[in-house]
């Protein structure tokens, strides 16, 4: 079902940086921009990166994200207890000719 | 602050359809795409389809054949149907909004999600 690959789970301490990385191929990220997710039990999901590295108003400049080839990663820099979350990438794929999804990254603060 | 709320049976018996409601506030329907995701348990978020507002579609290829979505720019709303569901439909499904530019695509404001399960 999920199209692109992420690791399951990341962990950190307060004030470390934290790397998720995301894969996939030609069709996606090798060809489309990258989004990234944060997924929070009870609360809507929210819009982290959009367009590889863009950060939508409101986003900490903490979270920085980046694309080479057909893999892309996010970065979460001084690491906060509030950042425990879900997080998953996204990009358009041109076989489904729609957007597929990561198979998302618990992030646990240690 | 642009609001998604879904709404829906959330008790779906086998074989029959699901209909769920997407309700939009904060921003018009209009000008904009509106999608469905959905995320079965334990496992990852699935894509089903988008619709503009005018009425355009593109629907997830796996799905096609079940789905429908429409909108409602009156009540601003946009809603999807479900068919011939099966256990496998049982997930937590997702409204979101979907914006299409010349180079990106991307879901900037989520509903909180709502629970469908397919039981007997």
């Known amino acids: 079902q999920s199209v692109l690959t992420q690791p399951p789970s990341a962990s950190g301490t307060p004030g470390q940086r934290v790397t998720i990385s995301c894969s996939g191929s030609s069709s996606n990220i090798g060809s489309n921009t990258v989004n990234w997710y944060l997924f929070l039990p009870g609360t809507a999901p929210k819009l982290l990166i959009h367009s590889n590295n863009q950060r939508p108003s409101g986003v900490p400049d903490r979270f920085s994200g980046s694309k080479s080839g057909t893999s892309a990663s996010l970065a979460i820099s001084g690491l906060q207890s509030e950042d425990e979350a879900e997080y998953f990438c996204a990009a358009w794929d041109d076989t489904v000719s729609g957007p597929v999804f990561g198979t998302g990254t618990k992030v646990t603060v240690l | 602050q642009v609001q998604l709320q879904e709404s829906g049976p959330g008790l779906v018996k086998p074989s029959e359809t699901v209909s769920l409601t997407c309700t939009v506030s904060?921003?018009?329907?209009?000008?904009?795409?509106w999608s469905w995701i959905r995320q079965p348990p334990g496992r990852g978020l699935e894509w089903i389809g988008y619709?503009?507002?005018?009425?355009?579609?593109n629907y997830n290829p796996s799905l096609k054949s079940r789905i429908t979505l429409s909108v409602d720019t009156s009540k601003n709303q946009f809603s999807l149907e479900l068919r011939s569901v099966t256990a496998a439909d049982t997930a937590v499904f997702y409204c979101?909004?979907?914006?299409?530019?010349?180079?990106?695509?991307?879901?900037?404001?989520w509903g909180r999600g709502t629970q469908v399960t397919v039981s007997s």
């Open positions: 904060g921003a018009s329907v209009s000008g904009y795409y």
């Open positions: 619709i503009y507002y005018t009425g355009n579609t």
């Open positions: 979101a909004r979907f914006r299409i530019t010349e180079d990106t695509y991307f879901f900037d404001y």
